[in-house]
């Protein structure tokens, strides 16, 4: 069974303990309903709009119970539509995080923990092609001496320029 959310509008500024968003559910290429989240530690609605729909819920809510169970540290509980909505947004903001930090590498370098929800930045303000190797091998020795511990620097671009990093 194919899951799916499409016109995903989400609120960051409105996400306190929870996302915030709404967007419409797919299921196997139909839209099902429609599922949100207030973004105040509540739990993920989801809702079909007629009988139709609402049966194809009923029907993803049984697939999902038949997903393996799901595990954070000792504890372990199981599945849920909720889950795999919830879950379908973490991928949909983090594949846009990604997009928006690979867009940025381009003229800035950018330092941060692996696998961290925060980065910081230099911006050279002109594509980092554009900058002597020298210069920007100078630069990029200077920004790795200010580094904190278990940071680094996360442009995976800078090795084809013929930077070391």
């Known amino acids: 069974m194919k899951i799916e959310l499409k016109k995903i509008s989400f609120n960051e500024r409105m996400s ?11 299921i196997d290429g139909v839209k099902a309903g429609e599922c949100k989240n207030d973004g105040h530690g509540g739990c993920t609605d989801y809702y079909g709009i007629e009988k139709r729909q609402t049966e194809l819920i009923r029907q ?40 928006k930090m ?10 941060g923990i692996p696998n961290g ?3 910081g930045y230099y911006n050279f303000k002109r594509p980092l092609s554009s900058v002597p190797k020298p210069q920007l091998q100078a630069s990029i020795d200077r920004i790795k001496a ?14 084809e320029l013929g930077v070391r990093v």
């Open 16 to 26: 306190e303990e929870t996302n915030c968003f709404i967007a419409d559910l797919y």
């Open 146 to 159: 200010k580094l904190h511990e278990g940071e680094v620097i996360l442009n995976t671009n800078l090795e």
């Open 117 to 119: 929800l925060n980065y």
């Open 102 to 111: 690979k867009r940025k590498m381009k003229t800035c370098v950018l330092v």
């Open 60 to 99: 993803a809510e049984e697939y999902c119970k038949t997903l393996p169970k799901i595990k954070y540290g000792e504890h372990e509980w199981d599945n849920s539509l909720e889950h795999v909505i919830d879950q379908l947004l973490e991928d949909y903001l983090k594949a846009k995080e990604t997009a």
